[in-house]
């Protein structure tokens, strides 16, 4: 099947946009684009014919402005979609990491990067690894600043030796893999550990409150039926949930959460999802363990036995094990 008229079709249209005065005016027509040429409008030998020759069509100068950032930062993103390419992916963190650009922004960019290399993971290099991080931890410390003061880490006298917290980015059904392993963890821990839980959906797993134009942006799913809901039930037991709303990630209900831990004093907090900003600064806080150890596998005697070594790691003050980990799986 020739697939030139419909690859030129979408190269006049898409040079047009990356050329325009102002990109913002054609957002949905972008998330069209996108949507219609991912989702199979064009074959992968068609999408690089079409990256080809809207590579050879877009220049960008110099002392760009806001909008020729906008215009820039749209072209890299969808060259990484059309061709999986390590060295697009690398130059579109390393220009997202340059921007002058309201750091709100820079963090809706990072997740939509985050996004890419979850579908494409052989489009990771150490560069572009060591990019993401540095990005991360700016938007944390961005994030931290706005709050202001947490006040001091909270020592384990002072703590809750029967309560826990387990923070999670994403909350759907027993069907989803991250809430199927929340689940399971608040499981053991009331069960198992004979300690009381309470789950927070911090909702911000691919934040949308802060879009920049390009073509195809990925948000995320939410119960929106958990809103306002007091308690989630796991296997028949009732356990306290709180949801953030879509605005996160968002100071406010950041300094909510923490103000919570900070009232709770649990003994430990379990971190469900990487690179969660709110898990990061509540650090600061209490010792956080990232649910990937404590639940590499849905086998519950798994789980139970990594839950009792981490309590003894935090009984016996060992806390720079526990911080040395967090710090690892956010590298």
Same mark, same amino acid.
């Given at each position: 099947?020739?697939?030139?008229?419909i690859?030129k079709e979408?190269? #006049?249209?898409?040079v047009d946009?990356l050329?325009?005065e102002?990109?913002?005016e054609?957002?949905?027509?972008?998330?069209?684009?996108?949507?219609?040429i991912?989702?199979?409008?064009l074959?992968?030998e068609?999408?690089h014919?079409?990256?080809d020759?809207?590579?050879?069509?877009v220049?960008?100068l110099p002392n760009?402005?806001?909008?020729?950032?906008?215009r820039?930062?749209?072209y890299l =993103?969808?060259?990484v979609?059309?061709?999986d390419?390590?060295?697009f992916?690398?130059?579109f /963190?390393a220009?997202?990491?340059?921007m002058? @650009?309201?750091e709100?922004?820079?963090?809706?960019?990072l997740?939509?990067?985050?996004?890419?290399?979850?579908?494409?993971?052989?489009?990771?290099?150490?560069?572009s690894?060591?990019l993401f991080?540095k990005?991360?931890?700016?938007?944390?410390?961005?994030?931290r600043?706005?709050i202001?003061?947490?006040?001091s880490f909270?020592?384990?006298?002072?703590r809750r030796? #029967?309560?826990t917290i387990?923070?999670?980015?994403q909350? /759907?059904?027993?069907t =989803?893999r991250?809430?199927?392993?929340?689940?399971?963890i608040a499981?053991? @821990?009331m069960?198992?550990?004979c300690q009381n839980?309470?789950?927070i959906n911090?909702n911000?797993l691919?934040?949308?409150?802060?879009?920049?134009?390009l073509?195809?942006i990925?948000g =995320? #799913?939410?119960m929106?039926y958990?809103? #306002?809901a007091n308690n989630v039930?796991?296997?028949?037991?009732?356990v306290? *949930?709180?949801?953030?709303?879509?605005?996160?990630?968002s100071?406010?209900?950041?300094?909510?959460? /923490?103000?919570? @831990?900070?009232e709770v004093r649990p003994?430990?907090?379990i971190?469900c999802?990487?690179?969660a900003?709110?898990?990061?600064?509540?650090a600061?806080?209490v010792?956080?363990i990232?649910?990937?150890? @404590?639940?590499p596998t849905?086998?519950p005697?798994?789980?139970?036995?990594?839950?009792?070594n *981490?309590r003894?790691m935090?009984e016996e003050?060992?806390?720079w094990?526990?911080?040395f980990?967090?710090?690892?799986?956010?590298k």
């Open positions: 099947m020739n697939e030139l008229p690859v979408y190269e #006049n249209r898409i946009i050329s325009c102002d990109i913002t054609y957002f949905d027509e972008m998330l069209q684009i996108g949507a219609r991912i989702s199979g409008a074959s992968p068609g999408k014919e079409l990256a020759r809207i590579r050879k069509s220049y960008f760009e402005s806001t909008q020729d950032m906008l820039h930062v749209a =993103h969808l060259m979609r059309l061709t390419s390590r060295e992916y690398t130059e /963190l220009y997202v990491d340059g002058r @650009i309201d709100r922004y820079r963090f809706f960019l997740m939509q990067a985050r996004y890419l290399s979850y579908q494409k993971p052989y489009i990771i290099t150490l560069e690894d060591r991080h990005i991360y931890k700016r938007s944390r410390d961005f994030y600043g706005r202001g003061d947490l006040g909270i020592k384990l006298k002072d030796a #029967n309560q387990i923070l999670t980015q909350y /759907l059904t027993d =989803h991250e809430t199927h392993i929340t689940n399971l499981q053991e @821990i069960v198992s550990m839980t309470f789950i911090t911000d691919l934040p949308v409150a802060n879009v920049v134009p073509f195809g990925e =995320h #799913n939410s929106q958990l809103a #306002n039930y796991v296997r028949g037991l009732s306290p *949930y709180f949801q953030c709303d879509d605005r996160m990630p100071e406010d209900e950041m300094h909510i959460i /923490l103000s919570t @831990i900070r003994e430990y907090i971190s999802g990487d690179h900003i709110t898990a990061s600064i509540a600061k806080i010792p956080v990232p649910g990937y150890q @404590i639940a849905d086998d005697q798994v789980i139970r036995e990594n839950l009792l *981490y003894r935090i003050k060992r806390f094990q526990i911080r980990r967090v710090q690892e799986a956010k």
